[in-house]
């Protein structure tokens, strides 16, 4: 039997309150050192409380890539600014991206963003064109000039309460050369940007904010975030692009 007209108002008021229907959240993208640089080779290190965190860094140089033993899982290697060391950086692509096709031999500038926690570092690779790879982990960033500075958010999917703080799911919107496209968490899709075809991985996109009544907990929570990938593909080569199985990476929780 179908609803009856007051259950689908107290159905459509749940929606407008907390969202409906699945959000199709992914696991983040992962990027972390396993051959770090010294602070003289360009990190700048503005973290203290985090020995593992060599800060921000840049460096000029032509990359190497090996995949690893699974899918999604690359090595990049490249040397220090002034050639005297190699370093190197872990890659879990989650879009399942053929980083081997798009940056072996690249010549390239590397930035690597400081992780708030190991394996949560951002990336960017670019040639003298524009952005090759970018692997966005703070929706910040993605407000940042001369960066990936054509994503924000969308439309509220769904909220849910996580400890002090009420989460709401967005979907993400790419400014790019056909207009504004929206992407769903969970979603691949070829977007133009700046005159190249880049596939777009969206994992996950949300915002935090505290709930009525709560005291703001010592832990703190990002205000906003975006987990994404960004590969040109370069001419098309990509091909079909397969679906995506949702695996979402747990949600950080503070002040329960």
Known sequence: MPPGPVALILLLVSCVATGCGEVKRLEWPVVGWVMPPANDDGADDDDDDDDDDVGTFEVHAVLSVEAGPAEGEWTLT???????????????????LPLGAALDELDATIRVGAARRPGRASLEISDTEGLVYVVLLDAVKAREPNSAGFVG????????????????????????????????????????????????????????????????????????????????????????????????????????
């Open 153 to 256: 958010f969308g439309d509220r999917l769904a909220k849910e309460n996580n400890g002090a703080y009420r989460t709401t799911f967005r979907t993400a919107k790419y400014d790019t050369d056909d207009g504004l496209v929206e992407v769903e968490p969970g979603e691949r899709r070829k977007l133009q940007l700046g005159g190249r075809t880049y596939s777009v991985v969206l994992a996950d996109a949300y915002t935090n904010k505290l709930r009525a009544g709560r005291a703001t907990p010592k832990c703190g929570m990002p205000t906003a975030v975006v987990a994404m990938e960004l590969l040109w593909t370069r001419d098309d080569a990509e091909g079909e692009l397969a679906a995506l199985e949702s695996d979402p990476s747990p949600l950080a929780s503070c002040g329960d």
């Open 78 to 96: 490249f040397d220090n600014a002034d050639r005297t060391a190699r370093l190197g950086l872990a890659v879990h692509s989650a879009g399942r």
